[in-house]
């Protein structure tokens, strides 16, 4: 079941339209048959479903990176995510380089390559022990902020990313990665993400998702 495609407001970026409706959106990741064999030590490129709080699928996700890279490097690899509307279509891409997400190397932090049309950027700050991020428009300016837990591999609970202002004061949303029991967790690279932003730039809505990659 698929969302119904919304008018697109005046300056809203195609295919980004259907950001407009909704206050939440669910990913989920699709396993592969190899990759969810433990036998076979298999890393597949990952794909994504996203949907609304209703379970219309909104867009489709798909990684780009090759072999090598996933097989080495695992989840602090580069990689392209291709975001596609329900029609096929590419409605944007996020890329991640391979940098260090480690507050030991303050100078390999997590910082995207220029785009070519770029929509929002998504920065890694500086922190002792938490996982920070700032999340700028096109013009490099501070939106938001997005703040994770001291541990992001927490056992019999969630993982939640806050959403917050930039002086962060006030929570706008939360990225929430949802526990999936022992055995999903210990053999599968199986991913709930739920995301919740509200009264903010559509541009930024689904672009906040990045940082949270397991």
Not at 116 to 126: A, G, K, S
Not at 136 to 151: A, D, I, S, W, Y
Not at 153 to 160: A, E, R, T
Not at 183 to 207: D, Q, R, S, T, W
């Amino acid at each position: 079941m698929v969302m119904p495609v919304p008018d697109r407001p005046l300056g809203c970026p195609p295919g980004l339209e259907y950001l407009t409706q909704v206050d939440q959106l669910l990913v989920n990741q699709k396993v592969e048959l190899m990759e969810g064999n433990l036998s076979w030590g298999w890393e597949a490129n990952n794909q994504y479903v996203v949907k609304n709080s209703l379970g219309q699928q909104v867009f489709f996700a798909a990684e780009e990176s090759d072999f090598c890279t996933r097989m080495a490097c695992g989840p602090v690899r580069s990689f392209l995510l291709h975001i596609q509307d329900n029609l096929g279509q590419d409605v944007m891409t996020l890329s991640r380089p391979l940098n260090c997400g480690s507050c030991c190397f303050p100078c390999c932090l997590q910082e995207p390559p220029p785009p070519r049309n770029p929509i929002c950027y998504v920065m890694q700050n500086w922190h002792p022990f938490l996982p920070k991020f700032t999340i700028q428009n096109e013009r490099k300016e501070p939106v938001l902020k997005t703040v994770g837990p001291f541990c992001d591999c927490k056992c019999c609970s969630d993982v939640i990313f806050e959403v917050m202002s930039l002086d962060e004061s006030s929570v706008i949303g939360r990225i929430s990665k949802q526990w999936t029991g022992f055995k999903a967790e210990a053999f599968n690279n199986f991913v709930i993400l739920v995301c919740a932003v509200i009264g903010y730039l559509v541009h930024n809505v689904m672009v906040i998702v990045y940082p949270v990659h397991f």
